[in-house]
């Protein structure tokens, strides 16, 4: 059996054995491939085989070329005397469903073996004639084997006909990639602990239903690339909101087939942003529209099927949709903890689709109380809290997007019956009000007198028709508010330099003592100790500012260099010698149009001047040096997404 490659486990991996097996099906159960366990199973995800059972693998049509193969299998030695009826397997086939349509082709299958005896699993390629005929692609059959020698876990890669290898780019993998990639891979997956915080992707849906309506939706939308006039990165935006309308769509689909319903559902996009999902949907028959708070330049280009409002949404019996099959929050931000609870009030039948993304609470930011888990899985966590107490069943599961925020929740059904619907309304009131206590959210309630002359509170307590139950919360403003320092006074912002450089500056003045030959390029302080320099009224000012001082300090990198969290005096020699000695072939050379074409601060202010003459120096030394930028400015956007 020839080893083409092997890979050794760091340190002591005693427990490895066990971390094998659920790093091999990582690899297995990929998103674009379906899973189909052959015989039943017994004892979780293992059956009792038996040697018997390896002819299934091997039909008529390939007796004469078995022994290789089944030799391969079992690693030399004869099935009746290496497995016995006590020997566990596991046999299960997979289909792969491409990405992209790249052949003929669109399907391929896969046996996989599980040999838990001996540590191995192999996989084996065939086809199917119109018969039901099985043939058994020999070279690219291949090997994942796990040994334990000289006290240390290894994984070694074999191939039973590598020099008749053929790859595809689809189901088979080129050999090298196999090797270099795959292996180191599944060494880290073993090693780490595979006990994820979310659901596998794409668990609540027929994959092969995902996969074609994808493809289909890709093929139909990629056009979008080209004429997308917003601001931000149209590959990203564009499929991913078609993977998302393709998740909808199937799982509506699937719906229909469960409810047996005729007709398509219909929607309502809260927080809608560039309304491409809502486009995609309403284009593929789904009634609905999005609202958003501002209008993006791209609602122009839909056409007057797509539905789109400019408008804010504030949580109360104004925004209710009772008409509505379901609303959706594809990273709706603050208004994410809302949509449960308003697909909750609208109607017994509404149900919500939510993708989170930043961290919102119901009057503000979430503020983290776990460290034992990630931000992000505590912040789903919440928002399947809210969901419960609102009366959903609510399921997760995991997007396939090109996002790190790819896990979604959906309310397809009430844990609650119609009738206790009362019951349930007062326990999403409580709810909201403890958050509300929580945020330390002061809310005016109104008041009114009975009959008897006695005070009445209209509360989300007792919530009654036409009540402000969103009372306190806070709406996305219109217009969008640039908050990285860039709109900040530049007197303001040039008196901060000055007055944080004279402080590295004086941290080292008298070592420097003057001398032409030695440029001060003073000490180092941390962010909290600049801050300390700083009065409580600049502190304020940009404490309103993402980021902050530190978003400030890094902004102004010709003076500063922030690392570690201290702040240092740049040294354009140290960077000019850097620059100079870049081998990297990737790397872009700076235009010659690009330089001289902003003062060089340190020429102006600092007490030596530029430690760099004026032909070395990026920057222009005084009026006569400086050139007219061969760049428009960028304007601030206030449309984008």
Request: charged share 25%.
């Amino acid at each position: 059996m020839p080893k083409l490659f092997a890979v050794k486990f760091p340190g002591e991996c005693r427990s490895l054995p066990e971390g094998f097996w659920p790093a091999v099906d990582v690899w297995v159960n990929k998103p674009h491939v379906v899973n189909k366990r052959l015989c039943g199973a017994t004892e979780a995800e293992r059956r009792d085989v038996g040697a018997g059972a390896l002819g299934f693998l091997l039909d008529d049509n390939t007796a004469a070329s078995a022994s290789d193969v089944l030799s391969f299998l079992t690693g030399g030695v004869s099935p009746s005397a290496g497995h016995d009826e006590e020997t566990l397997w596991c046999f299960s086939v997979r289909t792969f469903i491409p990405k992209v349509k790249r052949c003929a082709s669109t399907e391929h299958k896969e046996a996989i073996l599980k040999d838990f005896d001996r540590q191995r699993v192999t996989f084996l390629p065939f086809e199917e004639d119109e018969e039901g005929g099985v043939c058994l692609r020999k070279g690219n059959i291949y090997q994942i084997q796990l040994l334990h020698q000289d006290e240390q876990w290894a994984l070694e890669l074999h191939a039973l006909s590598p020099e008749e290898w053929l790859s595809d780019g689809v189901a088979f993998p080129k050999l090298s990639w196999l090797s270099t990639d795959l292996l180191p891979k599944l060494v880290r997956w073993a090693t780490e602990s595979r006990s994820s915080e979310f659901r596998s992707t794409l668990s609540l849906l027929p994959v092969e239903k995902y996969s074609l309506v994808y493809q289909q939706l890709k093929d139909k939308y990629r056009e979008m690339v080209k004429v997308w006039p917003e601001v931000t990165d149209p590959e990203k935006f564009v499929y991913e909101d078609v993977a998302i309308a393709t998740y909808l769509l199937v799982l509506w689909a699937e719906e229909r087939a469960e409810k047996h319903l005729t007709d398509k559902q219909s929607f309502v996009d809260l927080g809608c942003g560039n309304g491409l999902l809502v486009h995609i949907l309403c284009n593929e028959g789904h009634p609905g529209k999005g609202i958003d708070v501002r209008r993006r330049k791209i609602w122009d280009t839909y056409g007057p099927r797509t539905l789109l409002e400019e408008k804010a949404i504030t949580p109360s019996e104004s925004f209710l949709f009772p008409g509505t099959d379901w609303l959706i929050g594809n990273h709706s931000d603050e208004l994410t903890p809302w949509i449960p609870v308003i697909a909750a009030r609208s109607s017994y039948s509404c149900r919500y689709f939510v993708l989170p993304c930043c961290f919102f609470d119901f009057y503000g930011k979430y503020q983290r109380r776990q460290c034992k888990k990630s931000q992000y899985k505590e912040y789903i966590d919440f928002i399947t809290e809210v969901s419960q107490t609102s009366g959903f069943n609510t399921e997760e599961d995991c997007l396939r997007i090109p996002s790190t925020k790819r896990v979604c929740l959906v309310g397809k059904s009430r844990n609650y019956q119609p009738s206790d619907e009362a019951q349930a309304e007062r326990r999403r009131a409580h709810y909201i009000q403890s958050r509300r206590s929580l945020a330390g959210v002061a809310v005016q309630v109104s008041q009114a007198t009975d009959d008897r002359g006695s005070c009445r509170c209209n509360a989300d307590t007792d919530r009654t028709p036409g009540s402000d139950w969103g009372a306190g919360f806070q709406p996305r403003e219109r217009v969008e508010t640039v908050r990285n320092c860039a709109a900040l006074p530049r007197d303001f912002v040039d008196g901060v330099v000055l007055q944080v450089t004279d402080a590295l500056l004086g941290m080292t003045a008298e070592e420097s003592g003057g001398s032409p030959g030695v440029w001060n390029q003073g000490g180092s302080l941390s962010v909290r100790e600049v801050a300390e320099l700083l009065q409580q009224e600049t502190l304020q000012l940009l404490k309103k500012e993402c980021g902050g001082l530190q978003t400030l300090l890094k902004n102004n990198h010709q003076v500063f260099r922030v690392e570690g969290g201290r702040v240092h005096i740049r040294d354009w020699r140290t960077m000019t010698e850097r620059n100079a000695s870049r081998t990297d072939a990737k790397r872009k050379p700076v235009a010659l149009g690009a330089l001289k074409t902003r003062p060089c601060w340190f020429h102006a202010h600092h007490p030596q001047g530029c430690p760099l003459q004026a032909e070395q120096c990026s920057f222009a030394h005084g009026a006569d040096d400086l050139r007219p930028s061969t760049r428009p400015l960028k304007k601030i956007k206030n449309n984008a997404i």
